[in-house]
């Protein structure tokens, strides 16, 4: 949360921050700003989207081949002008932005009002930026060394990329737990906290590491420890265009990676699904694949949409492995000091591969000698750097804020997964191994064939997009879709929205039906078909409003509603992967005829780097 960027070089540094403050404007977007150096430093912020802050500089020269650039997503203190970063210094002569929380801000801030600070906001960022300064006029040091000093009394997440009158070519940062990469260009320098800004001018980067400091100038740059002992940049190729971080002639980023899900699940499957050896290629399986098949546990971890593409996995991997399989709320593994023994192996799920959360609990559980074992969209992500093997999801990037084609590629590569386990550990037979390999690999075209025709979910879509709630509905392998399609409506329209099992419904949230809800059942044919049927004609007799996903041809409840999608038939294992496409349709079009920012709702924000 929270997007940095920052350049030094020789050309003019406002066009290329602000530009890079679009392409982060998903990890936060309630203020931003940007500083520059002239014959002094200054400093522009606004609060609202970039455009606002773009908007209101219009004409104002900005000469400065070095700056910083920052766009927000609160963590101290309301989203305001004030509150804005980047923060300037008590003196005047050092600027500064942050991405993370200092947790000890408090004690600091109490030491920096005995010696007669002042703060014009209520952030962390603005206390340490001063603590720092504090220590460099005190200790009569560089600010390098003012930086180190400070970083070491410092508890919490961060990136800060710092900007010093008295070096006006040299940008300082450090990074704790919040991600931080540099582009290196031809005498110039990128910082960022992602590729996405950087793409345009360099594919050459060095993902810096916690703990780490970076000494930038446009001609160098010097990496150390906070022991002040240089490191050796470690230079990796981007492998990402810059294609991929547009809207190509769609009007958002979200429908625009919804329809790009046939194409993405099929680079998932490339390489991996051997049909005509009938094997399933995955490295990090492979490499570990004597631990995963004789795993005590496994213990998923992950927040939010990939927590639900957890719950699916679970079902998979305990009926195709027989291994028991544990599913955790990362913000609750973390703290509630859970047994993890030798032979457990976790699996991380993440698209972002920052998710302060889920980085932490793995951190926890490798402590106690777990196997960490990553499934992960961004590569070089902070995740995938402290996971010992894992595999990538390789959806491309994801912008829109809601999850969508990370979340299939993820199924698909747990999928895939659960099935290779099981071969080697002969809990399948042969012919069911073949089978599930031949359903995955028709996913892109049955998803394809839903994405042909929208005009059923958009037309349900335009029916209910004044409802105040949805109840979401599923069992077995479709009720995490159940909550995922809930959850994907919360976001995108702010319509209050439950997903529940079916046969729960009548534990209490059948008292919430009427004939003014309406209630989406994931209806596929499979093991439960009949009895969610059943399900559906308690709803019907309470009078809600019913919406169905079925499989194609299936004309069993034609009697109960009009508003039926139909999807194409798959194995039940597989089926979520498809009908999941259509409940991700119907949260777009329900936010857009709401007139809603369905790339950036309200309050969210893609990277959560914060707990
Ligand atoms: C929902 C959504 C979030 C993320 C969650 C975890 O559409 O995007 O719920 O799934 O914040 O993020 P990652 O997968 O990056 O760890």
Redesign the pocket.
């Known amino acids: 949360m929270c997007g940095i960027v920052a350049y030094v070089g020789n050309r003019e540094s406002y066009p290329v921050i602000l530009k890079g403050l679009k392409r982060l404007e998903y990890r936060g977007y309630d203020s931003s700003g940007v500083a520059v150096i002239s014959d002094k430093i200054e400093v522009y912020k606004k609060q609202g989207k970039v455009a606002e802050l773009e908007e209101s500089l219009l004409g104002i020269p900005m000469k400065s081949t070095i700056g910083i650039g920052h766009t927000r997503w609160a963590t101290h203190g309301e989203p305001s002008d004030r509150n804005a970063h980047p923060h300037i210094s008590k003196s005047g002569r050092i600027a500064m932005i942050h991405n993370g929380i200092i947790e000890n801000y408090a004690a600091l801030k109490l030491e920096l009002l005995k010696k007669d600070y002042t703060f014009s906001s209520d952030t962390d960022t603005e206390v340490l930026l001063n603590f720092i300064e504090d220590i460099r006029k005190h200790n009569a040091c560089s600010l390098e060394e003012a930086v180190r000093i400070a970083l070491k009394r410092v508890v919490g997440a961060y990136v800060i990329v710092l900007l010093d009158l008295e070096n006006p070519d040299t940008l300082i940062a450090a990074r704790k737990g919040s991600p931080l990469v540099i582009g290196i260009g031809k005498n110039e320098h990128f910082l960022a906290s992602d590729a996405s800004p950087i793409i345009e001018y360099t594919k050459e980067v060095v993902y810096i590491n916690d703990y780490e400091l970076a000494i930038v100038k446009g001609n160098e740059l010097i990496l150390k420890n906070l022991g002040n002992e240089v490191i050796t940049p470690f230079v990796q190729k981007l492998d990402m265009e810059l294609a991929a971080i547009e809207k190509g002639g769609f009007n958002h980023f979200m429908i625009k990676e919804i329809f790009e899900q046939p194409q993405t699940i099929f680079d998932c499957l490339r390489g991996r699904l051997d049909l005509t050896r009938s094997d399933i290629m995955m490295a990090g399986v492979e490499k570990y694949i004597d631990e995963l098949k004789n795993a005590n546990r496994i213990i998923i971890v ?6 639900h593409a957890g719950l699916i996995a679970e079902y998979i991997i305990e009926e195709l492995c027989r291994i028991p399989v544990e599913v955790e709320y990362a913000s609750e593994f973390r703290y509630r000091n859970p047994i993890v023994n030798k032979g457990d192996v976790i699996f991380a ?7 302060a959360d ?1 980085l932490v609990a793995i951190e926890r559980a490798k402590e106690q000698g777990a196997i960490i074992f990553g499934i992960l969209n961004v590569v070089g992500s902070s995740i995938a750097r402290i996971s010992h093997a894992g595999a990538y999801t390789h959806a491309g990037p994801e912008i829109g ?3 969508t084609k ?1 979340f299939t590629a993820q199924l698909v590569v747990l999928t895939m997964m659960a099935i290779k386990i099981a071969k080697e550990k002969q809990t399948i037979s042969e012919g069911r191994f073949v089978q599930l390999m031949e359903e995955l690999s028709a996913v892109p075209d049955k998803v394809a064939a839903i994405l042909k025709d929208t005009y059923v979910v958009e037309r349900i879509a335009a029916k209910h997009a004044t409802a105040s709630s949805f109840l979401f509905l599923g069992r077995g392998y479709n009720f995490p879709i159940a909550l995922e399609g809930a ?2 409506l919360k ?1 995108i329209s702010y319509i209050h929205a439950e997903g529940y099992p079916a046969a729960e419904m009548k534990h209490g949230p059948i008292a919430l039906v009427d004939e003014n809800l309406p209630v989406l059942f994931v209806a596929t044919k499979d093991a439960y078909h009949q009895k969610v049927i059943s399900n559906m004609q308690e709803i019907n007799a309470r009078k809600g409003k019913l919406i169905a996903i079925v499989s194609a041809g299936d004309h069993t409840i034609d009697a109960l509603t009009d508003d039926i999608i139909e999807v194409p038939e798959a194995d039940e294992l597989i089926a979520p992967i498809i009908n999941v496409i259509p409940l991700q349709l119907l949260s777009y079009y329900i936010g857009v005829s709401r007139g809603l920012d369905v790339d950036k709702p309200r309050n969210l924000a ?3 780097t914060v707990e």
């Open positions: 992950a927040c939010g949409t990939s927590w799920i993440s698209q972002s591969g920052e998710t889920t804020v809601a999850s990370a959850l994907k976001e893609k990277s959560v």
